[in-house]
């Protein structure tokens, strides 16, 4: 394929979803988010696109009570996706997960109640999911074992680098009720990572979507397909969460780079763009040819925009 920018196709690119909150027997969040519904819509718009993912993670609170059945529907859901695509499965616990029906329903394992931190290799770029989680708390918390763990994961660096993927995100958060369900003693966290290879920090938890920088390592907080957190909400509600805005991103690897991009799980009626078939056409073009057909302002593409969209 050709390529028609300055940057060549990702080495990598990771679906990052988040938040599922799904519930034994199909039931509906709050009786009123059909979250497996939800999930089911997300997860179909991803095997209609064009995107090629080497891996799904997933950034915890993969159900809302825990429940067994949840984690069984879970897996029906994602499984034969995942299977259909070719891509690696990447769980990460969160604070609505149980770690034993997490470890045994998930990985096919022994019930355990230790820490659910695992390294995957997806050719070269190693991802590491760290359990954020406190058993009967929704606060992040990490323990010393853990930490001193990480530290030896990170030891040697992988050829493409590392993500660490977890659930509650190191950031600050506007909704300021939200911080007090951060994760504590986050100064510890980033003395381990300091100097190591770890070029992204993938999150969830926060029920929308944000970007910022713990220390100079990006993170990337994809919203939930369950419900979301309305930022814009009326000053007279403390929180609003919305069924509206679900969402997951699209972690794209280069070589000295990481993008994320969001993109929302209903999409919007189409009112402009370009059927495939044209791709061929302007590879066919010299760089030239496609300056002046696609960037030129007086070209016949950009003079008749509203016609573009019945080609």
Same mark, same amino acid.
């Given at each position: 394929?050709? =390529?028609?920018? =300055? ?7 990771? !679906? ?13 969040? #709050? ?5 497996? *519904? ?7 718009? !991803? ?56 470890? +045994? ?10 820490? *659910?931190?695992?390294? #995957? ?10 359990? %954020? ?11 010393? +074992? *853990? ?106 690897? #280069?070589?000295?780079? !990481?993008?994320? +991009?969001?993109?929302?799980? %209903? ?14 056409? !302007?590879?066919?073009? %010299?760089?030239? =040819?496609?300056?002046? =057909? ?18």
């Amino acid at each position: 394929m050709t =390529q028609l920018g =300055q940057y060549p196709p990702p080495l990598r690119t990771i !679906i990052h979803l988040s938040d599922t909150h799904l519930l034994g027997e199909g039931r509906e969040l #709050y009786g009123k988010v059909p979250v497996e *519904q939800r999930l089911q819509t997300a997860l179909e718009r !991803i095997e209609r696109s064009a995107i090629a993912p080497d891996a799904f993670v997933f950034t915890g609170d993969l159900t809302d009570l825990g429940e067994a059945d949840g984690y069984r529907r879970l897996r029906a859901a994602v499984e034969p996706v995942i299977e259909r695509m070719g891509a690696e499965l990447i769980w990460v616990m969160g604070n609505h997960d149980d770690r034993g029906h997490y470890s +045994s329903l998930l990985f096919d394992l022994e019930p355990s109640d230790a820490p *659910q931190d695992r390294v #995957y290799d997806l050719r070269g770029l190693r991802v590491i999911s760290l359990d %954020t989680t406190v058993p009967g708390y929704h606060h992040g918390e990490l323990e010393q +074992s *853990q930490l001193e763990w990480l530290r030896a994961q990170l030891a040697t660096p992988a050829p493409l680098g590392s993500i660490l993927a977890v659930h509650h995100p190191p950031v600050p958060t506007p909704l300021e009720v939200m911080s007090v369900l951060e994760l504590h003693d986050q100064p510890a966290l980033a003395a381990v990572l300091e100097g190591s290879d770890v070029r992204a920090i993938l999150g969830g938890h926060l029920h929308y979507s944000t970007h910022g920088t713990f220390g100079k390592i990006p993170v990337h907080v994809a919203s939930a397909t369950c419900y979301t957190l309305d930022l814009g909400a009326d000053r007279d509600r403390l929180l609003s969460g919305v069924d509206g805005g679900q969402s997951f991103d699209v972690i794209s690897v #280069y070589e000295h780079a !990481i993008v994320s +991009s969001t993109i929302p799980v %209903t999409p919007g009626p189409e009112v402009t763009g370009f059927a495939s078939t044209f791709r061929p056409m !302007i590879e066919g073009m %010299t760089p030239e =040819q496609r300056l002046e =057909q696609l960037s030129s302002k007086s070209s016949h593409l950009n003079m008749n925009e509203a016609a573009a969209s019945d080609v």
